[in-house]
């Protein structure tokens, strides 16, 4: 039996070079031929659609803000039709300093995927942050995917990737 052929992009934003680290991390640990690295600032809306699996790296910035490139190209997300995706999400925001809107670019994110018709796969657990609030929560009160505070927590960035990258494979059987 033949095994079916998916085809897997991760597309993150990065102004300091925080986030396209831990896309650069990611890509290494998924190790998988099918797996192509964009940055979002160099992407078309059309070419979302070559995927059926997508990965969004985002930072939030300042008070709750998209990085720069994501805010940039955010009208044209909005009009992507994600009917037919799995999408999953891995944020950079800092818990400490901005306690009320950490991570809130995934749940920005997230609420335009699942109104486009997007599956959203890679929820992760809130355990171990301090937090006020967050958009970065879905309903089921986690993360709509995986957080890292490189600012507060950097020591546990690499376990809590290997974790999740550990997480999504089994979900989407790669």
Do not use: H
Not at 135 to 157: R, S
Request: overall charge negative; some cysteine; aromatic content about 14%.
């Amino acid at each position: 039996m033949k095994k079916i052929q998916k085809s897997i992009a991760l597309i993150y934003g990065s102004d300091m070079g925080a986030t396209e680290e831990v896309a650069a991390t990611i890509y290494k640990k998924i190790n998988i031929e099918e797996l192509c690295v964009i940055d979002v600032y160099n992407i078309s809306p059309s070419r979302f659609l070559d995927f059926n699996i997508l990965i969004l790296g985002v930072p939030t910035w300042y008070i709750g803000d998209l990085q720069s490139a994501w805010d940039e190209f955010f009208t044209e997300f909005q009009k992507i039709n994600f009917k037919g995706k799995k999408v999953g999400f891995f944020g950079l925001g800092d818990q400490y300093g901005y306690p009320d809107n950490f991570v809130d670019g995934i749940g920005i994110l997230a609420e335009v995927v699942k109104k486009n018709g997007g599956e959203i796969f890679g929820y992760w657990k809130n355990e171990g942050y301090d937090f006020n609030l967050s958009l970065g929560l879905a309903p089921n009160n986690m993360f709509y995917g995986l957080v890292i505070d490189e600012d507060n927590q950097y020591e546990q960035t690499e376990k809590r990737i290997d974790k999740w990258v550990e997480q999504i494979k089994k979900e989407l059987k790669i």
